[in-house]
């Protein structure tokens, strides 16, 4: 069983910057990728970044520039950092483990950017 637990939601005034945190727990394989993804109200889930356990990164159009992800791989931990925050930034920011095309995902912790 996989468990992921985030850390690090908030709210934040434009401009600012947050740095969320995922751990995760259970059987996890040494391959998998570990990233975040957001969803809006009234909107489908989507990509923010990934990280492979290669390191090969995959960053959204829509954040590259503000958004940097990293992992801690002895702790089995993803981090986001996030800067120069958007109000369309605001959102439910989920963690997401695959492990061989199966996905796992956190709770979601709650982004709040406000203008």
């Known amino acids: 069983q996989v468990q992921l637990v985030e850390f690090g939601g908030g709210l934040v005034q434009a401009g600012g910057s947050l740095r969320l945190s995922c751990a995760a727990s259970g059987s996890i394989f040494s391959s998998n990728t570990m990233g975040w993804y957001r969803q809006a109200p009234g909107e489908e889930r989507e990509l923010v970044a990934r990280?492979?356990?290669?390191?090969?990164?995959h960053i959204a159009d829509s954040v590259k520039g503000r958004v940097t992800i990293s992992r801690d791989y002895a702790k089995n931990t993803v981090y986001l950092q996030m800067n120069d925050l958007k109000p369309e930034d605001t959102a439910v920011y989920y963690c997401n483990l695959d492990i061989a095309s199966r996905p796992y995902w956190g709770k979601g912790t709650l982004v709040t950017v406000s203008s």
């Open positions: 990280i492979s356990s290669g390191g090969t990164i």
